[in-house]
């Protein structure tokens, strides 16, 4: 019987000494025998050291501990860089996977060789490991066949849910994204590229247990900046604006990562077309809400780039001038037109009297 191939498992933690536990020991469980597990500790300072401490002296687990939390962005980045098997799983610290889990993607992944991902279905429990709901058939992703911008297309109008996200990735194609930016909806952006690369498959069973469910959209907006990651107010001058449209961000990055993926032009811009219209398609409602929610905060942001330094007030400016872009590219009904004319005067202000 010829060699199974191996699969780098990268298991990253912050603080999750009371889960992390549990989800090692859904990877121990694997009915695949070619496994290499690293357990990665993201600067935890509760128990989390002990915990992993326990399984270090295991065959085929190292541990990497970090001197400082990166942050969910940088912790998935290192989750496909780790290893360098042929095949790859990111793995969080509290959801738990089937013993079935990464021998079902395997089988999906070794009959497809063009397949770049396959994930599985997946259910939401409880912390009292009660099962409260699974996830419906749609959200599952099944971007095939040889049309890659379909591939990518199909991504952008129905990826909804983390199961689809967590799988096992052929890492010749993961070594072709692009570094993750910290922009809300960083995994949205992740997968619709990755479908330029690869299909993306799945199993139809709920062998992916996610543990009581999502986050709210704004919070986990917070969390994927620069500033939020390392716990700086994202309230003053000095912050990006644009966690405050999520759905507008996570929008825009689509439009950001499609016009520098290495394809012509027309098919690039082709992309960024079809992005705008799926996005507008899907969540209109909440877009429009969102550019009226910045078209009733920047008054005030505007104002306050009287009472900023020169250079303080350049920052600020660019970072108003990022949100007013998206907002206006996806959202033109909502006109914020005024409000760019407005903070281009005010941020020219300090520089004319500075010369």
């Not at 969540?283 to 809400?289: M, P, S, V």
Request: overall charge neutral; hydrophobic content about 50%; glycine content about 8%.
């Amino acid at each position: 019987m010829p060699d199974l191939p191996v699969v780098d498992v990268n298991l990253f933690v912050h603080d999750g000494a009371a889960t992390v536990g549990a989800a090692i020991e859904s990877v121990l469980a694997q009915t695949w025998p070619a496994l290499r597990l690293t357990l990665i500790d993201d600067g935890s300072t509760d128990a989390t050291a002990a915990v992993l401490a326990g399984y270090a002296d295991r065959p085929g687990i190292r541990t990497i501990r970090l001197r400082h939390n990166g942050g969910a962005v940088a912790a998935f980045q290192r989750g496909f860089w780790l290893g360098d098997a042929d095949f790859v799983m990111p793995k969080s610290a509290d959801d738990l996977i089937a013993p079935d889990f990464v021998a079902s993607c395997m089988a999906v992944l070794t009959a497809h060789p063009a397949c770049a991902m396959c994930h599985a279905g997946g259910l939401i429990f409880t912390g009292a490991d009660e099962i409260r709901a699974a996830y419906p058939p749609e959200h599952r992703l099944a971007a095939i066949g040889p049309d890659a911008p379909a591939r990518a297309r199909h991504v952008m109008a129905r990826y909804t849910s983390s199961p689809s996200f967590w799988g096992v990735y052929r890492r010749a194609a993961t070594e072709r994204l692009s570094p993750i930016r910290y922009r809300a909806g960083w995994d949205h952006v992740v997968l619709a590229e990755l479908a330029l690369w690869g299909e993306i498959r799945h199993v139809p069973d709920l062998l992916y247990w996610r543990r009581d469910g999502g986050r709210p959209v704004l919070t986990l907006a917070r969390a994927a900046t620069a500033q939020g990651r390392v716990g700086l107010p994202l309230d003053d001058t000095l912050a990006e604006a644009r966690w405050r449209t999520p759905l507008i961000t996570t929008a825009w990055a689509h439009l950001e990562m499609l016009a520098a993926v290495p394809l012509p032009h027309p098919v690039r811009l082709g992309l960024m077309e079809d992005a705008a219209a799926i996005f507008r398609a899907r969540w209109l409602g909440l877009l429009r809400a969102e550019a009226a929610g910045l078209d009733a905060w920047l008054p005030a942001r505007l104002a306050a780039l009287e009472s900023c330094s020169p250079l303080e007030a350049r920052f600020h400016a660019s970072a108003l001038a990022e949100a007013i872009a998206a907002a206006g590219a996806l959202v033109p009904e909502v006109d914020l037109t005024m409000h760019a004319l407005e903070l281009a005067a005010r941020a020219g202000a300090p520089r004319r009297a500075a010369a």
